[in-house]
């Protein structure tokens, strides 16, 4: 992410990375970074909401760190003790001040809930009757009433008031801004109402309450907050999920050659490694020492797995195969190819920006309007209303004005629509993150496709037979099948679940790099490399030939001596993938295969499928380039979605507007991706698109609503219909038209449920 600057960098400069705590939106990120940016010494500032971390460059000789957290303390956010540049944003220490957020929402949440509940029932006998006699009557119903609601508003809620205040400090406004006045303005008159009903009551005013009101709209507010710092911590799954892959100790070799174990963190350069087999690489390294194979699928994708020798190099995080390995550590801690995946990963899904932006953008100009309106409303009925009446008319328009803009409609607007549409979706096998995509998913018009996995099945399997001469094929490939049942290879493994049977085999015997050697059901089998089974026949060379041609692995299987089959192996097209191919193009949509694949493989797949562009043996770092090239080349004209299901496309998906994760893969790419699809069936990315276009359909469709009734109503509160009608629209009447505009909001998100079936 680049850092806005105001001059040139001095040669001094440093920067340092700064938790910070208390964000919960686009324009909270502009406060911070305004507020840095006033500070002495700063030369530029890139605050990231997931991360929580604003990296600040500074001359170290005008700015302090100290002095960057009380400028951030000062805007009403919570600063936290300098990072490393190399320590994660969720690594141990940020995952318990996470966790430690999470805990308390939930329990603010929980109790603000139960006392709206309480509230609710207890203020059911004032829904009866306004008259003096009935309000004096009951006037210990409003004492208790108040005592429910301080929690709620000391406590629970506080946060929203100490922002709001925050907010006024910098002379700015968002949404707790709007929250702290309406319910403020909500409980001041309640109070009002409750202490001195009688004063009310001798100035011609109903002493009305409206307790239950400011509890349910914080208890709401809780619970969206609660939902969104839950959904955030998808990011922080996915970071942990592949820091994860580095084993925390490794076998270094000492004095005397003895190995020790130790810190994985305090290995360093040419230190010599010693990982067993099913290990994985503690850092990237050189073999020195042994040969085998190793799976590099976190990499490549490539579920086949790599021949490794001395001077071949190695990653951290890959997992040995079939012999132990001495290497010479290359690259170690923040260096290895792991934990750049890892920052890749981190930074990319930064970038993202929440679709609830546009309510927080139009809030800071809401927000000093409706204050203004409110003044104006009351200074009007005081100038054009003479002697005392004004004054009742006057505050109840002011009140009236501040209660029906209070914003709960807006702030439901966007989360009860991704509630419902991830649910929704849920039941066709899509499986949503997050709502942070659905701003840009509408507009996909260019799908960049992982190959291995995503567009095939992951593993080799047949996809080629055939027999030689007057052989049988399907007795051959039982007897082979018979065989590789005692192979450990993984195309060994993929000739095994070719057929089940239960011929007996004896002296099974397996050449390293050729093949495997038995007898099964009394009869002599190989199955192998041409060379090994069958190595001066014509007609297996020619099939072997046409097998090679299609980037296919050829295997043979000679009985007898007599070779009666060829095999040709590989990466088989994943069902539906075409059908789905096909109605992506069919939509306009570009389609690239982007994969660490060898070319020849890649091609024939892309060939397979009708996919016009290929990118092959890219690595995850090329993969990001890829997106990032995709997204310049739109030009803001489209959106651009990435599918993968491996830890080597995690990056990408979270650096493309829109990731997809296959169900089938692993935890890493969905925890990075926007969206899962669980089947594993492509034909969900169309199901997926569908999907997002409906949400943001409602969406803008419940903020267009939202913000409708502050346009009719706050009008109507101000007392426009008085000339007319003479008629004014009483606080609990703008509250009951505060709590419709919530209840057209979620009626008309429930209509996406509709829209699923």
Not at 270 to 282: I, K, M, N, Q, S
Request: charged share 20%; hydrophobic share 50%.
């Amino acid at each position: 992410m680049e850092l806005a600057t105001a001059k040139a960098e001095p040669p001094r400069a440093e920067t340092v990375i700064l938790p910070v705590g208390g964000m919960t939106c686009a324009s909270c990120v502009a406060h911070v970074e305004k507020a840095l940016r006033k500070q002495p010494g700063v030369l530029g500032v890139a605050v990231n909401l997931a991360t929580e971390r604003a990296t600040v460059r500074i001359d170290p000789s005008l700015a302090t760190s100290k002095a960057l957290g009380a400028a951030v303390e000062d805007a009403g956010y919570d600063p936290g003790a300098p990072v490393a540049k190399d320590e994660s944003a969720f690594g141990a220490r940020a995952d318990d001040e996470h966790t430690r957020e999470r805990r308390d929402l939930a329990r603010k949440m929980t109790v603000a809930m139960v006392l709206f509940g309480v509230s609710m029932a207890v203020s059911m006998p004032l829904m009866h009757g306004h008259d003096a006699g009935h309000s004096m009557e009951l006037g210990w119903v409003r004492w208790l009433l108040l005592l429910l609601t301080m929690p709620v508003v000391g406590w629970a809620g506080a946060r929203y008031y100490v922002r709001a205040w925050a907010s006024v400090r910098r002379k700015s406004a968002d949404m707790s801004t709007l929250v702290a006045i309406g319910t403020g303005a909500a409980l001041v008159w309640s109070v009002a109402a409750t202490v001195a009903p009688h004063a009310l009551h001798r100035a011609g005013l109903a002493a009305d309450v409206y307790y239950e009101a400011v509890s349910g709209i914080l208890a709401l507010l809780l619970l969206g907050s609660f939902l969104e710092a839950r959904a955030r911590t998808r990011t922080a799954d996915a970071i942990r999920a592949l820091a994860a892959l580095r084993p925390p100790t490794a076998r270094v070799r000492g004095e005397g050659g003895v190995y020790l174990e130790i810190d994985a963190d305090d290995v360093v350069a040419a230190d010599t490694v010693l990982v067993r087999p099913g290990e994985r690489f503690p850092v990237d390294g050189r073999v020195v020492v042994g040969e085998g194979t190793v799976d590099e699928s976190m990499l490549t994708g490539e579920s086949e797995p790599a021949k490794k020798s001395v001077g071949s190099s190695v990653a951290a995080g890959t997992v040995n195969g079939g012999s132990a390995l001495e290497i010479e550590a290359t690259r170690v801690g923040a260096d290895t190819t792991l934990a750049r995946m890892v920052r890749l990963v981190e930074e990319a899904q930064g970038d993202k920006a929440p679709i609830q932006r546009v309510a927080d953008a139009v809030s800071a100009v809401f927000v000093p309007v409706v204050i203004v309106l409110a003044v104006l409303a009351a200074v009007g009925w005081l100038a054009l209303m003479p002697g005392r009446g004004a004054l009742p008319h006057a505050l109840l328009a002011f009140v009236s004005v501040l209660i029906i803009a209070c914003p709960c409609a807006m702030g439901l607007a966007t989360p009860t629509a991704i509630l419902v549409g991830t649910g929704a979706a849920a039941s066709r096998g899509l499986l949503f993150a997050s709502g942070a995509a659905l701003e840009q998913a509408h507009r996909i018009g260019t799908i960049l496709l992982d190959k291995t996995g995503t567009l095939t099945v992951g593993h080799p399997e047949i996809v080629v037979t055939k027999a030689i001469g007057d052989a049988d094929p399907e007795r051959a490939l039982a007897l082979a099948a018979a065989l590789e049942t005692r192979s450990e290879h993984p195309l060994g493994r993929a000739i095994a679940a070719a057929a089940k049977t239960g011929l007996a085999v004896t002296d099974a015997r397996a050449v390293r790099g050729e093949g495997i050697e038995g007898t099964v059901d009394g009869r002599a089998v190989r199955v192998g490399t041409r060379a090994f089974a069958a190595p001066d026949d014509a007609a297996v060379r020619v099939a072997e030939e046409e097998i090679l041609a299609r980037s296919l692995t050829p295997v043979v299987v000679a009985i007898e001596g007599v070779p009666a089959l060829v095999l040709g192996l590989g990466d088989a097209v994943r069902p539906h993938a075409k059908e789905a191919m096909v109605a992506l193009a069919a939509r306009g949509i570009r389609v690239v295969m982007v994969t660490g694949d060898r070319r020849a493989t890649a091609e024939r797949i892309a060939a397979e499928l009708g996919i016009p562009e290929v990118r092959a043996e890219v690595r995850p770092e090329d993969k990001v380039v890829a997106v990032a090239e995709a997204i310049a080349a739109a030009h803001g004209e489209h959106a651009v979605a990435m599918v993968g299901d491996g830890l080597n496309d995690a990056a990408a998906l979270a650096r493309a507007d829109v990731g997809v994760a296959m169900g089938s893969g692993t935890d890493v790419a969905m925890h990075a991706a926007d969206v899962t699809l669980v089947r594993g069936d492509l034909r969900g990315l169309l199901d997926a698109i569908d999907a997002y276009r409906a949400t943001t359909l409602i969406i803008r469709q419940n903020l267009f609503w939202a913000f409708g009734y502050n346009v009719i109503g706050i009008p109507v509160a101000a007392g426009a219909l008085y000339p007319l009608l003479h008629v004014q629209l009483s606080p609990i009447l703008a509250s009951a038209a505060m709590a419709l505009s919530s209840v057209s909001v979620v009626t008309n998100s429930l209509r996406l449920r509709r829209a699923a079936r």
